[in-house]
């Protein structure tokens, strides 16, 4: 996967979650949809941790394959 594809899945994942922060703010009326929105909460940003560690791998292995040259 590319960066530009993984910036674009945090970006859908981050509105997301905002969404159904608000919904569990203002919407839920009983408990057991409260643990539910909870749980597709923390699954995002499980989701979303995983993506950064992702980047991170990537350009630690990018540079490991590159090396730092520089060209004079």
């Not at 969404?19 to 929105?37: E, F, N, P, S, W």
């Amino acid at each position: 996967m590319d960066i530009e594809t993984i910036s674009l899945v945090q970006s859908k994942i981050k509105k997301i979650l905002l969404r159904l922060k608000d919904h569990a703010i203002y919407g839920v009326d009983t408990m057991d949809k409260l643990q539910y929105v909870r749980g597709q909460i923390r699954s995002l940003e499980d989701l979303q941790q995983d993506l950064k560690d992702l980047l991170k791998q990537t350009e630690y292995e990018d540079d490991e394959v590159h090396g730092d040259t520089e060209t004079d």
